[in-house]
C-alpha cells in the first residue's frame, strides 16, 4: 500500500447535496478517521462538514438538521457581505452602509413626526422623514445620516475601545470621532484616539482593526516592523483588512 492509499483510507472527501423543504444545499463532506468529533463551518463559498470516518449517513443527516437555521443563517449574511460598500446617492430607495452591509433608504415626506427632520434604522431599513417641501432632499438625508452616524458611532467605538484596551494594556485617555478625509485613525499629542466616523460604515471586523491598529501605536510608535510584528499578535490577518480598506475607501469617505 502507497502512501497515497493510506491517507485516502483516513481522509475522504466527497460533494454532496442535502434537501431541506424545496432547497438543496450543496456542502463538502470530509469524513477522518482522527476526528472523534463533528464540526461544520459555513463561508461565502461553501459548506464543509467534518465528521469521524465511522459516521452513518443517518447521523450526518440529523446533524444537518439540527444545524440548517443557523446554516442559513450565515449563508444570508455572507450573501449580503458579498457586496462591497455601494457609496451612497441619498435617494429613495437607495442604499445607505451600517457595519458592512448597504441597506434600502426610504425617503417619506407625507408622514409627521414631531415636525423635525428624522432618520430611523428599525427592520434592517433606513428610513428618513422629511417635513421641509422644496428642500435639497439629498443633502439633507446625508446630513441626517452623517449627525447618526457620528451618534451611533461614538456608543460602537468606545465599547470596542474599552474592550480592547483591556487586552493591549493601555489606557487611553479619549475617543475623538472625526470626519476625516485621508486616514481611518490616529493618535493626538496626549495620545486620544480619533477615529473617522466613517467606519461606522465598515464591518466590525474593520473597525476593531482600526481600533486595536491605534491602540497598538500607545505601545509602539510609527509603523516599523516591529509595529507590525506587534500588532499580528492581536490580528493575524491583519493584511486582509488592510486591502478590503483599500478595496472600499472610495465608497466609504
Known sequence: MTLSDRKNKQHQSLKQSFQYGNKIIDYTLIRSKRRKTCDITV??????????LDKSNSDIEA????????????????????????KPTYENKSTLPYLGINYELY?????????????????????????????????LVRKLYTDWLNTV????????????AKTIGVNPPNIVIKNLRNRWGSLSANDSINLNVNLVKAPEEIIHYIIIHELCHLKIKGHSY????????FVPDYPRKVE???????SLF
Do not use: A, C, M
Open 43 to 52: 463561508d461565502q463559498d461553501e459548506i464543509v462538514l467534518r465528521v469521524p
Open 226 to 233: 516591529l509595529f507590525w510584528d506587534y500588532l499580528k499578535q
Open 63 to 86: 446533524l444537518l438538521l439540527d444545524k440548517i437555521k443557523w446554516i442559513s443563517s450565515k449563508q444570508k449574511e455572507f450573501n449580503r457581505r458579498k457586496v462591497e460598500i455601494i
Open 244 to 250: 478590503w480598506l483599500e478595496i472600499n475607501s472610495n
Open 153 to 164: 458611532g461614538f456608543k460602537i467605538f468606545k465599547y470596542e475601545v474599552d474592550k480592547h
Open 107 to 139: 425617503i417619506d415626506t407625507i408622514k409627521r413626526i414631531k415636525n423635525t427632520n428624522t432618520l430611523e434604522f428599525e427592520d434592517n431599513k433606513f428610513t428618513v422623514y422629511i417635513q421641509e417641501n422644496g428642500s435639497d432632499l439629498r443633502e
